[in-house]
Nanobody, 119 residues
Framework: QVQVVESGGGLVQPGGSLRLSCAAS????????MGWFRQAPGKQRELVAT???????TYVDSVKGRFAISRDNAKNTVYLQMNSLKFEDTAVYYC?????????????WGQGTQVTVSS
């Protein structure tokens, strides 16, 4: 059974930083793209950043220059370093992984971690 678990959310002041982590575990053969999404109250879930298994990254325009996605393939873990946080970054952040297990190739979601930017 595959699990995807996020950690690292919390309350931070504007201009502050947080680092999110997401670890995939279970009978995993390989992991392709991993990504971070977020959903603010009353809004649709949006893609924040992705990283391929080769390290190619993409970002939504609103976080470019402030957020950095990275991964540790040996640990099946993806990170999101968030700097210069703004009020509008407040949301539940979800990890997403395209991986291959005994169940075949599927996208898996984590349960989400709350990030609140407030003074």
């Amino acid at each position: 059974q595959v699990q995807v678990v996020e950690s690292g959310g919390g309350l931070v002041q504007p201009g502050g930083s947080l680092r999110l982590s997401c670890a995939a575990s279970g009978s995993i053969f390989s992991i392709n793209t991993m990504g971070w999404f977020r959903q603010a109250p009353g809004k649709q879930r949006e893609l924040v950043a992705t990283i391929s298994n080769g390290g190619t990254t993409t970002y939504v325009d609103s976080v470019k220059g402030r957020f950095a996605i990275s991964r540790d393939n040996a640990k099946n873990t993806v990170y999101l370093q968030m700097n210069s946080l703004k009020f509008e970054d407040t949301a539940v952040y979800y990890c997403n992984a395209d991986l291959v297990s005994y169940s075949g190739r599927k996208w898996y979601w984590g349960q989400g971690t709350q990030v609140t930017v407030s003074s």
